[in-house]
């Protein structure tokens, strides 16, 4: 059996229309962030939550020059169109945008979405400024979900050095 994949990946301009059509269908949109370098199951629960937040779910995909500045050199192990790829195998992500600077609050103002999540984290206080502000001046509603105990992206790559 052949898997037909469709690429849920768009351009911030595509997203925008894409949101515009949510709202006229009065359907909410729940947006998170972040670099989904080396996918695991966290994520995936992560991620299976945020969607139950809304009618749909963006994921906005720090690019491999973003994950660079925020991580230093040796990331990302994965390239961002390999990520965005992965991220939109999964049916419970609706698209994928990949942004290029360090932080995303042009991209959530854009959007303006119904519900921003992120993992559990972060608080109100720990998120960057920028993005809280601009999460409060679209009047966003703000959620955290607990991690998956035992999955980080981190931890991942230092089991496989001593492996």
Same mark, same amino acid.
């Given at each position: 059996? /052949?898997?037909?994949?469709?690429? *849920?990946?768009?351009?911030?301009?595509?997203?925008?229309?894409?949101?515009?059509?949510?709202? /006229?269908?009065? #359907?909410? %949109?729940?947006?998170?962030?972040?670099?989904? +370098?080396?996918?695991?199951?966290?994520?995936?629960?992560?991620?299976?939550?945020?969607? /139950?937040?809304?009618?749909? %779910? %963006?994921?906005?995909?720090?690019?491999? +020059?973003?994950?660079?500045?925020? *991580?230093?050199?040796?990331?990302?192990?994965?390239?961002?169109?390999?990520?965005?790829? #992965? #991220?939109?195998?999964?049916?419970?992500? @609706?698209?994928?945008?990949?942004?290029?600077?360090?932080?995303? +609050?042009?991209?959530?103002?854009? %959007?303006?979405? @119904?519900?921003?999540?992120?993992?559990?984290?972060?608080?109100? +206080?720990k998120l960057d400024p920028s993005e809280r502000a601009a999460l409060f001046a679209c009047n966003t509603e703000i959620r955290f979900i607990p991690f998956v105990p035992g999955f980080s992206t981190t931890t991942l790559i230092e *089991?496989? *050095?001593?492996?």
């Amino acid at each position: 059996m /052949q898997y037909r994949h469709t690429n *849920k990946t768009m351009t911030l301009a595509e997203a925008v229309e894409w949101r515009a059509r949510l709202k /006229q269908n009065h #359907l909410r %949109l729940a947006l998170t962030n972040g670099c989904f +370098d080396l996918l695991h199951r966290g994520h995936a629960e992560y991620l299976i939550a945020a969607r /139950q937040t809304a009618d749909a %779910l %963006l994921v906005l995909l720090n690019s491999d +020059d973003s994950i660079r500045e925020l *991580k230093g050199p040796s990331r990302p192990i994965c390239r961002e169109n390999d990520r965005a790829f #992965l #991220l939109s195998c999964f049916d419970f992500i @609706d698209s994928v945008v990949i942004f290029r600077s360090r932080r995303c +609050d042009r991209e959530i103002a854009a %959007l303006s979405p @119904d519900v921003y999540v992120k993992g559990g984290d972060y608080t109100v +206080d720990k998120l960057d400024p920028s993005e809280r502000a601009a999460l409060f001046a679209c009047n966003t509603e703000i959620r955290f979900i607990p991690f998956v105990p035992g999955f980080s992206t981190t931890t991942l790559i230092e *089991k496989s *050095k001593h492996a």
